[in-house]
């Protein structure tokens, strides 16, 4: 940390940024000559920063606030920083940071903790999943009542409609797109292909796989970065699963394998339907799946997109290359087979999503449990066992279920209810300019 500082004499201010329960980033501005407490373990503040209503709000009757006296959590650096941040005019650094007890023991309310609990199990059994996220996103322009697509910086104009795979649609956005990149490669954020993709003003970019924390951190700082960037060029971006009814929804779909300690990957039997391994951990994805689904589709705003029909998985199934299921074993050379959860949408915390669905799918291979038969053909035309689609029952859910409590600790799990209660009731309350507003940057 003072060693990168003294190399960036410019930097004159840090920003220590944990993600809470719902991704959003909390934290401090500290000037740079008083960040050195951060290295050395005694930076704090309460444990209730990170179970937060979307609005910033504390939570009623959370047992973290008034009940223990509000008490500090203390915050330990990532390895993923310092970081610049380039959507700022004056030079910054970002310190992600994680909570843990004065002891220096892990708390069990961090989402990021949450993932590395999972990941120590993969540890001891001598595996190590690797993972990549294809991250969609739209830039809207809400400088209006609405909101519409940016006029295109080439000629000043507004495509009302999509363009799937357009080159002139990218090309017409290049000046936010190369500075998206550059500022991908200033933040080790490896940003791969772009795409527009199959609504007005949407695109996809897909993050190179690796070390499945690494993907969770480059999934929340993309998430960051391109927000903050979009207000740079005059528009904003938002991560809503469905800002514009008519418009296909916003996904963030998971790839992973899991290799062993030689780093053979573990779902490749040389075949071209995979290994036993590869069927396990399809099944453990698909039996928490249903109860995992406030962790996929965490606000209210995450349902508009779960309609058949509608880019979006709503059945509990799996099949090899087929885009309808919530599963989808992709094809390609055995040694890369892999994966593909396809649930999630834009709007999750990444580190909750990789840890639901990477402990389901150890689970799954721990049990040695089969799935059913891959499905064939529209999975919207089946009768198949459905995702919930409504979010008081995807918190009931959540709360209550054994699978659930095989994923993450009880103290997260009892946050995440009371959290998303409190959210559940004030929405109820607002129409959809409020609703709208709540929703597009935050998430």
């Not at 990168?4 to 909390?26: I, Q």
């Not at 209730?48 to 009757?61: A, K, R, T, Y």
């Not at 299921?325 to 834009?346: D, K």
Request: hydrophobic letters at 40%; proline letters at 7%; charged letters at 25%.
């Amino acid at each position: 940390m003072k060693d990168w500082l003294s190399s960036n004499p410019d930097v004159r201010s840090v920003r220590l940024a944990a993600a809470d329960l719902n991704g959003v980033p909390r934290g401090k501005r500290i000037p740079s000559q008083f960040a050195g407490k951060l290295a050395e373990g005694t930076a704090r503040f309460p444990y209730s920063v990170l179970n937060l209503d979307i609005w910033g709000g504390d939570i009623e009757n959370s047992p973290l606030v008034f009940e223990s006296g509000d008490q500090d959590g203390f915050l330990h650096m990532t390895d993923r920083g310092p970081l610049p941040m380039p959507w700022l005019d004056n030079p910054a650094a970002l310190v992600p940071v994680w909570m843990v007890h004065e002891d220096g023991t892990p708390y069990d309310g961090d989402p990021r903790h949450a993932l590395q609990r999972v990941l120590d199990r993969y540890t001891a059994r001598g595996l190590s999943p690797v993972a990549a996220v294809e991250l969609e996103f739209f830039l809207v322009d809400d400088s209006g009542e609405g909101l519409e697509m940016p006029a295109l910086p080439t000629t000043g104009k507004k495509r009302a409609r999509p363009d799937i795979l357009s080159l002139a649609t990218l090309d017409a956005f290049d000046g936010f797109f190369s500075d998206l990149y550059a500022a991908c490669d200033a933040m080790g954020i490896p940003a791969d292909a772009a795409i527009s993709e199959a609504a007005k003003g949407q695109f996809e970019i897909n993050l190179m796989h690796g070390d499945a924390m690494k993907a969770a951190d480059d999934a929340w700082l993309f998430k960051m970065l391109v927000k903050g960037l979009a207000r740079k060029h005059g528009c904003a971006a938002t991560f809503m699963t469905k800002p514009y009814a008519d418009e296909a929804g916003t996904g963030l779909h998971t790839h992973f394998s899991v290799l062993d300690q030689d780093g053979n990957n573990v779902f490749d039997d040389g075949s071209d339907t995979g290994s036993d391994t590869l069927r396990h951990a399809i099944a453990g994805c698909m039996a928490a799946m249903r109860d995992s689904t406030l962790v996929f589709a965490p606000h209210a705003a995450s349902y508009d997109r779960m309609v058949p029909g509608a880019h979006a998985p709503t059945s509990i199934c799996w099949a090899h290359e087929n885009r309808t299921a919530a599963i989808r074993v992709p094809s390609g050379p055995p040694q890369a087979r892999r994966i593909e959860h396809r649930v999630a949408g834009g709007d999750v915390n990444p580190y909750l999503m990789l840890a639901a669905i990477l402990g389901a799918a150890l689970n799954g291979i721990e049990d040695g449990v089969e799935p059913p038969a891959p499905i064939t053909g529209n999975s919207y035309d089946q009768e198949l066992p459905q995702i919930i689609t409504d979010w008081a029952e995807a918190i009931d859910t959540f709360e209550t279920s054994a699978e659930v409590a095989r994923l993450f600790p009880t103290e997260l799990i009892r946050n995440m209810v009371l959290t998303k209660r409190q959210e559940l009731r004030e929405i109820a309350n607002m129409d959809a300019a409020e609703r709208l507003e709540t929703y597009l940057e935050s998430v």
